[in-house]
């Protein structure tokens, strides 16, 4: 039940004008948004990529990221931008993560606290920003509102009002069935609660509408977020996740829609828009630098041939010119190192994910709404085989650590070190 194959689609980018797939036509570039409660844990960032790249998204922001500090890093082919705290509980936080063709057009990133960024993205006819957030929860303060909502227009300050400005996330507000001229229209569900008043004061303040309740969907497609007490006969499922435009470019939203199907451990959707517009590349692309794998000169026996043939280097004509004699140590040294060590293979961050994990999340998500006792079960198999991957690695990664001590190996042990501390960080979510 657990063995499926499952091909992982790519994203493919072109030079100077980037024209994104995913919609009616090559010029719709899809931005979602997604409450993923927590990236810290091991397998989640690489399930959230996974199921972001199947649904053909370009830039996905993620509440509750759990991530502290701020950063930005690429993984799966993606770059992930970061905004938290320094807290060591490991709660609020925001991200976006941007697909491969996306990466070339970001112009800035501004990490703003552990409740608000912003990623201001290159585009035609108009530049694009983004702001992504996740609000304090309804038994919060009036003042931790107030302050949320600050913090929004603080960051608004950065944008101009002829660009796209797109406020995107989960808001724990409720603004319910009711239409508010060029806000809200009659496609919303539940009951407006006080932070939906407020959410609406604040677009109706900063000219923006609200673009999830203009589209006559079905409530399954709709609703962002499923209470624990939801059941068969009591269903308790809200609004509360929204993506909001100003208004001059509310033309430009083509479709909104969540999707249930979308699987991460989380009770909220995967909530998507389709946006006509294209983006321009910001700096020339370069191409990625072929690196030779060295590490495989740790091998005794690779060392040993290669050593054998560099030592042809002794053979050379010593009488030649210098250029000459230049020009056949350069053919000597590379024609070894592409034949015997070859090149790197770019792996993504999360070294420890096996393609055996990747289909059981694929496993898991046909039972997401439909079975939940086989899709716990599939769950708990996945987080069983992740710790087991996960440790595997580590294990190897501190046995080579150990080898580079006892062979006083400075340089390369501090590098070793570095390298797995650095990618054990990002990957621990």
Not at 62 to 72: F, H, I, K, L
Not at 100 to 120: E, G, H, M, T, Y
Not at 253 to 279: C, E, M, Q, R, W
Not at 388 to 405: M, P, V, Y
Request: some cysteine; aromatic content about 8%.
């Amino acid at each position: 039940m657990c063995e499926t194959t499952n091909k992982r689609p790519s994203v493919s980018g072109k030079s100077r004008v980037l024209r994104i797939p995913g919609g009616e036509t090559k010029q719709h570039l899809n931005i979602a948004t997604w409450n993923v409660q927590s990236l810290f844990e091991a397998g989640k960032l690489a399930n959230t990529i996974k199921e972001m790249k199947r649904l053909s998204t370009n830039v996905l922001g993620v509440s509750e990221t759990w991530w502290p500090d701020v950063g930005e890093f690429h993984s799966e082919e993606t770059k992930v931008y970061y905004s938290g705290n320094k807290s060591t509980r490991h709660r609020q936080g925001v991200g976006i993560i941007v697909s491969k063709n996306v990466i070339k057009s970001v112009q800035q990133f501004i990490p703003f606290s552990d409740r608000a960024l912003l990623l201001k993205i290159n585009a035609k006819p108009i530049s694009i920003n983004i702001i992504q957030v996740y609000a304090p929860t309804a038994d919060s303060s009036n003042s931790d509102i107030e302050s949320f909502y600050s913090e929004i227009s603080e960051l608004l300050k950065l944008t101009k009002r002829h660009e796209m400005n797109i406020i995107m996330g989960d808001f724990n507000a409720k603004i319910g069935t009711g239409k508010v001229e060029n806000i809200v229209r009659p496609f919303a569900l539940g009951t407006r609660n006080d932070r939906g008043e407020r959410l609406i004061q604040f677009c109706q303040e900063e000219d923006y509408k609200i673009t999830n309740t203009w589209f006559s969907l079905p409530p399954r497609r709709l609703y962002t977020w499923k209470s624990p007490q939801d059941t068969t006969g009591n269903i308790v499922r809200n609004q509360i996740d929204f993506i909001l435009i100003n208004k001059r470019f509310s033309t430009s939203v083509k479709s909104v829609s969540t999707y249930p199907g979308a699987d991460v451990p989380s009770d909220h959707n995967l909530l998507l828009a389709k946006f006509k517009i294209k983006l321009t590349v910001t700096r020339p692309q370069q191409p990625r630098k072929k690196q030779l794998d060295l590490d495989k000169l740790q091998n005794s026996e690779t060392g040993a041939q290669t050593a054998l043939e560099i030592a042809r280097l002794r053979s050379l004509n010593v009488g030649s010119t210098n250029i000459a004699l230049w020009n056949q140590t350069k053919e000597i040294l590379n024609s070894t190192s592409k034949r015997i060590l070859g090149y790197k293979n770019f792996t993504p961050k999360q070294k420890w994910m096996t393609e055996e994990i990747f289909n059981l999340m694929e496993q898991r998500r046909k039972y997401r709404g439909k079975n939940d006792a086989t899709y716990k079960q599939i769950h708990r198999c996945i987080r069983r085989k992740i710790r087991q991957a996960k440790s595997e690695w580590l294990t190897r990664e501190c046995e080579e650590l150990e080898r580079l001590q006892r062979t006083h190996d400075t340089f390369a042990l501090h590098k070793k070190i570095k390298q797995t501390a650095g990618i054990y960080r990002y990957n621990i979510s």
